[in-house]
């Protein structure tokens, strides 16, 4: 599986990844133990190489970690660093569901594209 990274504003920093395929563990993967959890360096972040996945449902979320402490720097509420979601989910008052981020893995290799998105 393949994730194809677009619109990062900056190379600073780094891009969190969570691959996984339980709608609780969804969108910061902290409530699921059997996750798939990365930190890429945000410069080498066009191209992201999961390996090979199991069949199932999954959704990926992404985050640019722009300050490299691990976590979501927020403004009243409201994520200040990047983020992105699997299929491009939609993000209204708040994170995507994972029904909505969502997608199937069978035996073709797999090349979800995300784009980043900022909202200061």
């Known amino acids: 599986m393949t994730v ?6 900056s190379t600073k920093g780094q891009v969190l990844v969570c691959l996984t395929t339980k709608a609780k563990g969804f969108p910061d ?3 699921d133990p059997s996750a798939l959890r990365l930190a890429i360096p945000a410069g080498s972040a066009a191209n992201v190489q999961l390996g090979h996945v ?6 990926i979320s992404l985050l640019h970690d722009e300050n490299g402490n691990g976590k979501v720097d927020t403004f009243m509420m409201m994520p200040k660093e990047g983020f992105g979601f699997s299929r491009d989910a939609p993000v209204r008052f ?12 069978g035996a073709t290799p797999i090349n979800q594209k995300i784009k980043m998105r900022y909202m200061f």
Do not use: W
């Open 54 to 59: 199991a069949a199932g449902h999954y959704a």
């Open 29 to 31: 993967c902290s409530k």
């Open 94 to 105: 708040g994170p995507p569901s994972f029904a909505q981020a969502a997608f199937a893995v």
């Open 4 to 9: 194809s990274v677009t619109g990062l504003r």
